[in-house]
């Protein structure tokens, strides 16, 4: 009886072994995360499954302070058995992809239309604009293409009409709101082709456009 007893806790011990294996997330890796405006070690925390107390010691800090841009470490979950069945086919179409001159490009163009007055949505929606025209038969299939596209006025953009694009130093914002558009493409649902000053533009045409957002001083459409 003794024997049976103990032969039946061992199947039972090797049974609770095997299904921990299996379905607990352990960090045994670490990567990087690099502080974005609103994080908070609360919130990172919650994202990579942890506590602000484990970061804080992988850290070596007591303070819950942090600052944008700076690197900290945390925790890389391993996958499990489960989550890597239900993970997306390795065909997934990849994210969009620019070089460094088209990036700059955007930047200076984002800056151009929006300076310092319109907010960081807007400047997102305008870098947007660019890019959704990449994607339409209607415009030429490059960036460089679409931001020097010519028209019967002169060019599409006006920055680029008067010269003052090229003389344009974008900021660390332009820079984030380009990077910002770049994670929302190709599947931005809005399709903003066109943007505008409502108290400027008389353009009957530009103005019969159908709106899909208004941000700042200025309404897209398309």
């Known amino acids: ?16 072994v095997g299904f921990t294996s299996y379905s607990t997330d352990a960090a045994t890796t670490y990567t ?26 992988l850290n070596h800090r007591k303070s819950d302070v942090l600052i944008v841009g700076e690197t900290i470490k945390v925790p890389q979950l391993v996958k499990t058995q489960a ?37 960081f949505a807007g400047k997102v929606e305008v870098a947007l604009v660019i890019l959704n025209r990449v994607k339409h038969p209607a415009f030429p299939k490059s960036i460089k293409g679409v931001i020097y596209q010519k028209t019967k006025s002169g060019y599409a953009f006006v920055p680029v009409k008067t010269g003052k694009l090229t003389r344009i130093q ?9 990077d910002q558009a770049l994670s929302l493409f190709p599947n931005d649902r809005r399709g903003s082709l066109y943007f505008y000053n409502p108290k400027i533009t008389k353009d009957k045409w530009m103005l019969s456009r159908p709106v899909t957002i208004r941000i700042g001083n200025h309404v897209f459409a398309k």
């Not at 003794?2 to 039946?8: D, E, F, R, Y």
């Not at 990087?32 to 010691?57: C, E, M, N, R």
């Not at 065909?91 to 163009?109: G, T, V, Y």
């Not at 974008?170 to 380009?178: F, L, M």
């Open 170 to 178: 974008p900021t660390k914002q332009d820079y984030a709101a380009v």
């Open 83 to 119: 989550a890597k069945q239900a993970e997306k086919p390795a065909s997934q179409k990849p994210k969009f992809s620019i070089c460094a001159e088209e990036r700059k490009l955007m930047a200076q163009l984002v800056h151009a239309e929006t300076g310092f007055s319109e907010p």
């Open 32 to 57: 990087y995360y690099k502080v974005k405006k609103g994080d908070s070690l609360y919130k990172i925390a919650k994202t990579y499954k942890t506590t602000t107390s484990a970061l804080k010691s």
């Open 1 to 16: 009886m003794m024997k049976k007893t103990l032969a039946t806790l061992a199947v039972v011990c090797c049974m609770v």
